[in-house]
């Protein structure tokens, strides 16, 4: 069918029921590309219609050097993105009730992300969107309707979607940053690095909501000298800046002189960044993950046994669960988890931490006896953790100089600017001894890997067999629960925790068995994510799905309270599958 024919049909629906506009779902044929009505809602206050445009490339005419690579393609889908929520915005317009004349595609942040708003190749340009078909009460507003699907939507395409149409200069630097910061992320190991945050950079956020850079005098980064590296990239040539070593770093400071602000940067670099976010180039590890207490959460069958031993009433510590759990377990679990993940870098903030955990000084190891203290702290855990597992530690500390002991590199910030003061907290440890016992012991311990049992993950409710919704950044609905996400810094889009829902989903339909544990099922999913798309977890095509990282679908499954870990694990089968940790 035509455009004419649709706007003929649209016309004629004028004043009847909404439901009528059930009919209008197909193919559509404009002159410049296919319009695709996936799906029509129910009445004009329900989620709204499934779009689609597909533009031949002949007509977008998108040179493929902008998308010849993956890294590339994920930045030009990004853009466009960008592109079509902009015009969207400025043509969309209120046209009568409840969602009635919206033009929509998935919002954006500050990141660079692989999106399923929008997919390109050789032969289209696919573009996914949301439509609020106008409606003046429960009657259809059929000259409205016209209006939009076959001007506003023509518009839009022709606008922002067609190369020609766009800032070339502008797509080229967008893509071309991307590039550059996938390449550093990729070179930091082969330098023995596992951050690295670039001279210039602008860290300071504008507010704790908006995340566009701080406006008024932000003092942009400089490396001290010792630290400095620098990256000879492909588009941009060479960016120096601070190379923050593998091993343990601290960062210290005075209150208020910027040492969150360079974490949470930190925390961020493992994804990439538009052109003028000022993080640009701030990259990290891609297996880093941001440490914290959330007292409070459920902990299901996790050997916290590393960092917490005889508790009160003899509770098992090599398979924790609680429904509760305190400052300390909570770190503890949160920390074992992320390491069954497969993190290799933990990123840690005083500000966020648990301090009998992250610390138990000299005098309170003299008034409370070890057999008395189920925790051990942090502190004589971090280097075994390097030692063992080859896991680094970057850690916000301003309050304790025991860790200066425990630090191959130490920063201070001062007015905002970084200096390396490794060599005066070494000799100042030598200095001030502070006495302390060492309470880790001979190794950091064991990371036991986990089988969920599958009927324990479960999205149904007594009415739906399916059922998953997200709220804000911080919570997905899976089946009767509501699962708390607040605490997962790592999460910067909407459309993650929608993938990330869709996966858990998929996770219970063909990979959680009773016998898989859950790291496996992660690169399970993983995998087949990178090598079928993020299409292939879902049943039909999204558009706002956006990609997520091992570590945040891991969060999710944990802090499910439905959730039940084997124990019945023979010993043979728990050593072999120990053998892949070692
Ligand atoms: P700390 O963790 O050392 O107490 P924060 O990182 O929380 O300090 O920073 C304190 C304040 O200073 C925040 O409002 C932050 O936005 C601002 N800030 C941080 N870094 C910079 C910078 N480079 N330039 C200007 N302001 C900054
Ligand atoms: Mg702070």
Redesign the pocket.
């Known amino acids: 069918m035509s455009d004419k024919s649709l706007r003929s049909t649209l016309l004629n629906l004028d004043g009847a029921s909404y439901k009528a506009y059930k009919e209008i779902r197909g193919n559509y044929q404009f002159p410049d590309f296919t319009l695709i009505i996936d799906y029509v809602q129910g009445d004009p206050f329900a989620s709204p219609s499934k779009f689609r445009v597909k533009i031949p490339q002949s007509i977008a005419n998108f040179p493929q050097q902008l998308y010849q690579s993956q890294g590339r393609e994920i930045a030009l889908r990004d853009y466009l993105t960008r592109q079509f929520y902009q015009v969207s915005r400025s043509i969309s317009s209120h046209r009568g009730t409840g969602k009635s004349g919206l033009i929509a595609i998935a919002a954006t942040e500050q990141e660079v992300l692989e999106r399923t708003s929008v997919l390109i190749d050789t032969q289209f340009v696919e573009v996914r969107f949301v439509v609020g078909l106008p409606a003046r009460g429960r009657r259809i507003l059929g000259r409205q309707a016209a209006a939009m699907l076959c001007e506003d939507i023509p518009d839009i395409v022709h606008s922002a979607l067609l190369y020609h149409s766009l800032n070339s200069q502008e797509i080229q630097q967008h893509v071309e940053t991307a590039e550059d910061a996938d390449w550093i992320r990729q070179q930091l190991s082969a330098k023995n690095l596992v951050a690295f945050v670039a001279n210039k950079a ?4 504008r507010s704790g909501i908006d995340f566009s850079p ?1 406006e008024t ?5 400089q490396s001290p000298p010792a630290l400095e590296v620098e990256f000879n990239c492909p588009n941009r040539g060479v960016i120096r800046g601070m190379g923050i070593p593998e091993g343990v770093t601290l960062i210290v ?12 940067a930190i925390e961020l670099g493992v994804y990439n960044h538009i052109p003028g976010d000022g993080r640009e180039f701030v990259i990290t590890k891609p297996n880093g993950v941001k440490i914290r207490a959330e007292d409070g959460r459920s902990v299901a069958g996790v050997d916290i046994s590393p960092f917490i031993n005889h508790l009160p009433q003899g509770r098992s510590t090599t398979h924790f669960s609680t429904t509760n759990a305190s400052g300390s377990t909570s770190q503890a679990a949160n920390i074992i988890e992320a390491l069954e993940a497969g993190a290799q870098l933990l990123l840690v ?1 005083e ?1 966020t931490s648990a301090t009998n955990f992250t610390i138990r000084d000299r005098r309170m190891q003299a008034l409370i006896a070890k057999e008395k203290e189920p925790i051990t702290p942090f502190i004589d855990k971090v280097r075994q953790l390097y030692h063992d597992y080859q896991v680094s530690t970057i850690l ?1 500390m ?1 309050g304790s100089g025991d860790y200066f002991e425990v630090a191959d590199t130490v920063i201070a ?1 001062d007015n ?2 970084p200096y390396d003061v490794t060599e005066r907290a070494k000799a100042i440890a030598l200095q001030y001894p502070t006495a302390r016992q060492e309470e880790g012991g001979n190794s950091f311990g064991n990371i036991t890997p986990r089988i969920p049992l599958p009927e324990s993950i479960d999205p149904s409710t007594h009415k739906r067999d399916i059922k998953v919704k997200v709220r804000d950044l911080n919570q997905i609905t899976f089946g009767t629960e509501d699962i708390d996400l607040a605490a997962i810094e790592q999460i910067v889009d909407q459309g993650q925790l929608i993938a990330v829902a869709s996966a858990m989903v998929y996770g219970k339909a063909n990979y959680f068995d009773g016998q898989t544990n859950l790291a496996t099922v992660l690169d399970l999913i993983m995998k087949q994510i990178a090598t079928k798309g993020l299409d292939s977890i879902t049943d039909f095509p999204q558009g706002d799905l956006v990609l997520f990282r091992r570590f945040e679908l891991a969060a999710a499954i944990n802090r499910l309270r439905s959730l039940v870990i084997r124990n019945d694990l023979l010993p043979s089968l728990r050593q072999s599958q120990e053998g892949d940790y070692n």
């Open positions: 602008i860290l300071p956020r701080l005098n932000p003092v942009p980064f400071g005075g209150g208020y002189h910027g040492k969150s602000t360079l974490l949470q903030d500000d916000v301003g910030m905002y600017q």
